[in-house]
Each structure stands twice: as structure tokens, then as C-alpha cells.
């Protein structure tokens, strides 16, 4: 049996939905468990972070809003640069994000 060109379409417009969907699955999983590293981090830093380090923290939670924006500009477009842009710009942020939690569970940082 042979497919006509509009199942074609239809099988090809299901698995980019899927892809998408998943896309938008796995970015939500990292951003919530960004939120729950933040709020470790801060509760870590509460009176012993460096100047530095609460700027660095100030500065991740800007980078967090900002990939958050970008998520929800993307649900209304299709732009497979952006996903691959949100996906690089998610990994340096929780990069980011285990480098001051590390820094901040130190016993360094304890002084």
C-alpha cells in the first residue's frame, strides 16, 4: 500500500509535534531543577557569599528569566536555531549553576 502525499504530511507533522514536545518536556525538567539549585544556592550564600558570588548568583537568575522568555517565544514558532540555541545557552547555565554551588559548599567558602 502507498501512501498518499497527505499521510506523508500527517506522519511528518506528528513527529515534529512530538519532537516538540519533548523539546519542551526536557527543557522544563532542567529549568525546575534549575529553580530548586537556586534556591539552594542562595540559601548557601545567606551570609557568607562574596560580593562576587551574589552578583554571579543576581546574574544567573537574570539568565534563568531569560531562557524562560525564550521558551515561551518559541511555543508559537518552529525555529529549529532557537531550540538549538536555548539548548546551549540551558547547558552553560547549569554549568554555571554546579560551579557557584560547588564553590559555595567548599569549606572555603565556610570562612
Do not use: C, W, Y
Amino acid at each position: 500500500m502507498t501512501k498518499t502525499h497527505g499521510q506523508i504530511n500527517s506522519q511528518t507533522e506528528r513527529k515534529t509535534i512530538m519532537a516538540d514536545k519533548t523539546f519542551e518536556e526536557n527543557v522544563s525538567a532542567q529549568l525546575e531543577k534549575s529553580k530548586s539549585q537556586m534556591k539552594e544556592i542562595e540559601t548557601l550564600a545567606k551570609g557568607k557569599a562574596s560580593q562576587t558570588e551574589s552578583d554571579a548568583i543576581s546574574g544567573l537568575k537574570n539568565k534563568r528569566d531569560e531562557i524562560l522568555k525564550k521558551v515561551q517565544e518559541l511555543k508559537t514558532s518552529t525555529d529549529t536555531k532557537a531550540k538549538a540555541a536555548i539548548e546551549t545557552e540551558l547547558t552553560k547555565f547549569n554549568d554555571s549553576l554546579g560551579q557557584i554551588a560547588t564553590k559555595l559548599k567548599s569549606p572555603a567558602a565556610s570562612k
